[in-house]
């Protein structure tokens, strides 16, 4: 068979055989950057979510200053059986002018429940700072109200925006004289933390994978639920653990946890802690479980060890 040259300027053709290689090759370098690739927008995402976290540090120091105690985690009257008559507002909103959030503080009376008629437009106010950009929380208001036992909504009572970030109420279940730093109608000041400022903490996250959290605080009458998705169905609490949570059963780090009302994160190493001292810990998944129970009490003296 004769020779034909190509002429000037025209270019071979891939056959199939290198096209099918070059789209394999490809599919590798693709394979080997995208872990890269979400593995650098976690960590800068967990970076974000303690910035958020020492902001809110610093709102809380900054109350601290003016009223030499912290915020109540919420505020509520009760009738005889104990159960919580509202307002409700909870440590979140009390910092709003710290957090650089005036004019939705402005709009608050505090002495009117959350779900008064007045807060329509302040209690579904998103505040970006306390959103963990890791998280799935809801672009806009969620409904809460009373629910049925399975944890279908009854009716829903008002709309409140979302938050990831929830007060430590302690060991204990939460609501009235916690072990921590917020409870209902507390006034804990730094002093009262005996167990150490950088030893204890004060903030630490939730995730909507597993269950609702709102900074409005406790909207009465409301039970906090499972979100849709989560491995913990048909689980009920009141409407304190919106604002509060607890380390009262385990510690799973960022996989879950057994309790709606506990502390989790969707970060895959562990969660965030803010502690009293302003400073922000990411606690690991292989964190011991008497160590975390130690970290959430204010004055129980129990002894932490150094490498936490």
Same mark, same amino acid.
């Given at each position: 068979?004769?020779?034909i040259?190509?002429?000037?300027?025209?270019?071979?053709?891939?056959?199939?055989?290198?096209?099918?290689?070059?789209?394999?090759?490809?599919?590798?370098?693709?394979?080997?950057?995208?872990?890269?690739?979400?593995?650098?927008?976690?960590?800068?995402?967990?970076t974000?979510?303690?910035?958020?976290?020492?902001?809110?540090?610093?709102?809380?120091?900054?109350?601290?200053?003016?009223?030499?105690?912290?915020?109540?985690?919420?505020?509520?009257?009760?009738?005889?059986?104990?159960?919580?008559?509202?307002?409700?507002?909870?440590?979140?909103?009390?910092?709003?002018?710290?957090?650089?959030?005036?004019?939705?503080?402005?709009?608050?009376?505090?002495?009117?429940?959350?779900?008064?008629?007045?807060?329509?437009?302040?209690?579904?106010?998103?505040?970006?700072?306390?959103?963990?950009?890791?998280?799935? %929380?809801?672009?806009t208001?969620?409904?809460?109200?009373?629910? !049925?036992?399975? *944890?279908?909504? @009854?009716? +829903?009572?008002?709309? #409140?925006?979302?938050?990831?970030?929830?007060?430590?109420?302690?060991?204990?279940?939460p609501?009235?004289?916690?072990?921590?730093?917020f409870?209902?109608?507390?006034?804990?000041?730094?002093?009262?933390?005996?167990?150490?400022?950088?030893?204890?903490?004060?903030?630490?996250?939730?995730?909507?994978?597993d269950?609702?959290?709102?900074?409005?605080?406790?909207?009465?009458?409301?039970?906090?639920?499972?979100?849709?998705?989560?491995?913990?169905?048909?689980?009920?609490?009141?409407?304190?653990?919106?604002?509060?949570?607890?380390?009262?059963?385990?510690?799973?780090?960022?996989?879950? %946890?057994?309790?709606?009302?506990?502390?989790?994160?969707?970060? !895959?190493?562990? *969660?965030?802690? @803010?502690? +009293?001292d302003?400073? #922000?810990?990411?606690?690991?998944?292989?964190?011991?479980?008497?160590?975390?129970?130690?970290?959430?009490?204010?004055?129980?003296?129990?002894?932490?060890?150094?490498d936490?």
């Amino acid at each position: 068979m004769a020779f034909i040259p190509r002429a000037p300027g025209q270019s071979r053709a891939f056959t199939l055989v290198e096209l099918l290689v070059v789209i394999a090759i490809i599919g590798t370098l693709v394979g080997l950057l995208l872990p890269a690739v979400q593995a650098a927008r976690e960590a800068g995402s967990r970076t974000e979510c303690q910035n958020n976290l020492k902001q809110v540090g610093l709102a809380l120091q900054g109350f601290h200053d003016g009223r030499r105690r912290l915020p109540a985690g919420y505020v509520s009257a009760f009738d005889a059986a104990g159960n919580d008559t509202g307002p409700g507002w909870g440590w979140a909103a009390f910092i709003l002018p710290q957090m650089e959030q005036g004019g939705i503080h402005s709009n608050i009376d505090f002495r009117q429940p959350i779900e008064a008629a007045a807060h329509a437009g302040a209690r579904v106010s998103i505040v970006r700072p306390y959103l963990c950009p890791s998280d799935a %929380a809801p672009a806009t208001a969620f409904p809460v109200g009373p629910r !049925g036992g399975t *944890g279908i909504l @009854l009716a +829903a009572t008002c709309t #409140v925006a979302p938050a990831n970030y929830v007060g430590n109420f302690g060991v204990s279940e939460p609501g009235v004289e916690g072990e921590g730093v917020f409870y209902r109608e507390s006034a804990v000041a730094f002093r009262d933390i005996t167990d150490g400022l950088s030893t204890t903490f004060m903030v630490g996250e939730r995730s909507f994978r597993d269950a609702e959290a709102t900074w409005t605080g406790a909207v009465t009458g409301a039970h906090q639920v499972p979100t849709p998705k989560s491995p913990m169905a048909f689980q009920r609490n009141n409407a304190s653990n919106f604002a509060l949570a607890h380390t009262g059963e385990s510690f799973e780090g960022a996989h879950g %946890a057994t309790e709606i009302n506990n502390f989790t994160s969707r970060h !895959g190493q562990g *969660g965030n802690y @803010l502690f +009293a001292d302003g400073h #922000v810990s990411l606690l690991g998944s292989s964190t011991d479980y008497a160590t975390y129970k130690a970290l959430s009490t204010r004055a129980k003296g129990e002894v932490i060890p150094g490498d936490r």
